[in-house]
Nanobody, 126 residues
Framework: VQLQASGGGLVQAGGSLRLSCVAS????????LGWFRRAPGEEREFVAA????????YYADSVKGRFTISRDNAENTVYLQMNSLKPEDTAVYYC????????????????????WGQGTLVTVSS
């Protein structure tokens, strides 16, 4: 089972990026998915989560209103649309997947996730 994240890069403050994470090896249609990030010298922090139905989402306060998480179960892919980027958004972004018993379950803690991607670097210049 592998999660492959992509879409990171260098962008100016105020710009946008779209991260993608493709799962291979099994279907993740019954898995809650999430994005975390780790800035240089900082702890890993929660960014956004989505239920396996796509009907529930949850965001960290720091990204609410700027980031949007979505998923395409047919393509085993989760996305993170990031708008109005700020220098403090600079980090390595990780996608994660965890089994969910309910269609609207969302997880915000790393321990709820079983599978992790390798990370993609987002750098926002001022």
């Amino acid at each position: 089972v592998q999660l492959q994240a992509s879409g990171g890069g260098l962008v100016q403050a105020g710009g946008s990026l779209r991260l993608s994470c493709v799962a291979s090896g099994r279907s993740f249609s019954n898995y809650a998915l999430g994005w975390f990030r780790r800035a240089p010298g900082e702890e890993r922090e929660f960014v956004a989560a989505i239920s396996w139905s796509g009907g529930s989402t949850y965001y960290a306060d720091s990204v609410k209103g700027r980031f949007t998480i979505s998923r395409d179960n047919a393509e085993n892919t989760v996305y993170l649309q990031m708008n109005s980027l700020k220098p403090e958004d600079t980090a390595v972004y990780y996608c994660a997947a965890g089994p969910a018993p309910y269609s609207r379950s969302v997880y915000i803690t790393p321990n709820d996730y079983d599978y992790w991607g390798q990370g993609t670097l987002v750098t926002v210049s001022s």
